[in-house]
């Protein structure tokens, strides 16, 4: 398993910010984190990101256990990138600045300029390289932010409520750009939101309750989706039925005759598939 958690705990004295998560997680997932403010998601990402130690349990990620790992820095440098809901940026520091930064020490400055710049392409601003953060849009901030997390190359990429701040429209163009990404280049991604339209667009969604795992759900895509709305549509449940009074039916030939025709076989056939998946 790339990435997986056994009963992993982080307690601050009496607070039992997380307490026994065991988790499972593939390479190449969008993973969603939800649950109520204080259930533990962020410290839960801190633990995967190596940025605090556990108070007991175990972590694997990309196949290592981190206890055995001597130079976590250097592990989570390479491995790991960060997204957060006010994005970090430096403030003095242009978009071109603030992605290369995470390279610095590791190649030549025409190198880390060269891949900053064509992680600021990818994320759609180009022409925005040289603005620093003050002269850039919460959502150009929050792509600046993702262009940095993604600079190192990395096989998993944490984001903690990376459009908290943003509005639905620029939350939605955010987590495509996120998805693409996460297809295009099979990055892991794990992201806690508290927004349900973010989840949905996961592929599985985690929810903490008191430091523990509650419950896990897999996201059907929007296109089964789609095909399951018209199945529970007056439509569907017609053709379920296999009978219809409706001309316009007929007219779109499901129907002949009050009777199902092969396209309207064909349809159902459809809606049967889509409640096997
Ligand atoms: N350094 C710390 N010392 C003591 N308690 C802490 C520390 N960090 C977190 N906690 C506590 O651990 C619990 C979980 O906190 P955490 O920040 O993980 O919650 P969260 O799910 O991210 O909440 P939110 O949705 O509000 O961001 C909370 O009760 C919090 O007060
Ligand atoms: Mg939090």
């Known amino acids: 398993m790339f990435l997986k958690t056994v009963n992993v705990k982080k307690h601050f004295g009496e607070v039992k910010a997380v307490d026994g998560v065991s988790l499972e997680i593939e390479k190449g997932e969008f ?38 790992i001597k130079d976590v820095d250097t592990f989570r440098s390479k491995k790991m ?36 710049s064509e992680l600021l392409d ?12 003050s002269q850039l849009s919460g959502g150009e901030r929050q792509r600046v932010a993702i262009a940095r997390a993604l600079v190192n190359d990395p096989l998993l990429v ?17 987590m495509d750009l996120m998805k693409k990404i996460n297809q295009e280049k099979n990055i892991t991604f794990l992201v806690v939101t508290h927004d349900p339209e973010v989840a949905k667009k996961t592929g599985k969604i985690i929810i903490l ?17 789609d ?3 018209l199945k529970n549509s007056t439509l569907g449940q017609q053709l379920l039925q296999k009978e219809s009074g409706d001309p316009y039916l007929e007219k779109l030939g499901l129907f002949k005759e009050k009777k199902l025709t092969r396209e309207g076989e064909l349809l159902l056939s459809l809606f049967e598939k889509v409640e096997e998946l």
């Open 122 to 133: 990818l994320v759609g601003l180009k022409d925005r390289m040289h603005h620093i953060p």
């Open 209 to 225: 309750r008191d430091g523990k795992i509650s419950r896990e759900e897999l996201v059907k895509s929007a296109s089964i989706e």
């Open 158 to 174: 944490l984001a903690d409520e990376p459009t908290g701040e943003l509005d639905s429209s620029t939350t939605q163009k955010i």
């Open 81 to 116: 990138g960060f997204i957060f809901q006010f994005h970090n940026l430096i403030g003095y520091l242009t978009a071109l600045e603030n992605v290369e930064l995470p390279l610095h020490g590791l190649m030549s400055i025409d190198k880390r300029k060269a891949k900053a």
């Open 31 to 68: 993973v969603s984190i939800m649950g109520p403010s204080g259930s533990g998601k962020t410290t839960l990402l801190t633990l995967l990101g190596t940025l605090d130690s556990l108070t007991s349990g175990d972590i694997i990620i990309d196949y290592e256990n981190l206890s055995s």
């Open 227 to 229: 095909i399951m709305t």
